[in-house]
């Protein structure tokens, strides 16, 4: 039980270049997420799912898309990289939507220059 | 979901007992309160959540008084290795029609020192 996996751990992009970050849970978590967190600022919300075809906006969602395909999958894509988007990106899923217990996984540290 | 309000840092020795107080004066009647840990370059892990009186697991203990409006997060003799962000978060665990997201605050850091 591998919990919530995302890959890389690790990325350098140039401004304009486009990613995605993967995030897969083996859990059947209905609800899934991608935070954001810089120095200072806490964790934000950037999309999140509460099913798969279901995804909404969070507190910080421009320049990002993200699908829901399966259960198990939640990649979170970035379009055309900015430097303002170099941080710590984190993956999370919920049994339930609402849940207040998360199961995160252990991040994708993204540095664009 | 009901705003928190908890210190930005501590320090603490080895072997002492924490209390991180998180305050929450809207806390609604079906909310929860959740702790979460998170050591540097991880994500943050739960680790105690409770409704009322005490709660304790192997980690932590969490206690609330009968008002709910704020909670205690107690870790027993701690060590080096409890050096970390400890966020407290309040909402209904999808039980009513409440806020999909969870906020996470700015958290307490919490240094032990040797």
């Known amino acids: 039980n591998a919990g919530v996996t995302q890959t890389p751990k690790f990325q350098v992009l140039k401004t304009g270049q486009s990613m995605t970050l993967q995030c897969a849970q083996d859990m059947n978590h209905e609800y899934m997420s991608w935070y954001r967190q810089d120095p200072g600022m806490g964790l934000r919300l950037i999309h999140y799912?509460?099913?798969?075809?279901?995804?909404d906006q969070g507190e910080v969602p421009n320049g990002y898309n993200v699908s829901r395909s399966t259960t198990e999958d939640f990649p979170l894509r970035l379009l055309s990289a900015a430097p303002s988007q170099t941080s710590v990106y984190f993956c999370?899923?919920?049994?339930?939507?609402?849940?207040?217990?998360?199961?995160f996984g252990q991040g994708t540290r993204l540095t664009v220059v | 979901l009901a705003k928190t309000t908890q210190p930005i840092s501590m320090d603490s020795y080895e072997g002492q007992e924490v209390n991180i107080t998180c305050s929450h004066n809207?806390?609604?009647?079906?909310?929860?309160i959740t702790w979460y840990q998170q050591f540097p370059s991880q994500g943050p892990r739960f680790i105690i959540q409770g409704y009322k009186t005490k709660v304790t697991n192997e980690v932590a203990s969490l206690f609330i008084p009968a008002d709910r409006k704020s909670s205690t997060l107690s870790l027993p003799r701690v060590s080096l290795s409890d050096t970390a962000v400890y966020y407290c978060l309040v909402g209904d665990n999808g039980i009513g029609a409440g806020s999909y997201q969870l906020t996470f605050g700015k958290g307490t850091k919490l240094s032990v020192i040797p």
């Open positions: 999370a899923s919920s049994p339930r939507a609402g849940s207040t217990e998360a199961f």
């Open positions: 799912s509460v099913g798969a075809g279901i995804t």
């Open positions: 809207n806390i609604a009647t079906n909310d929860y």
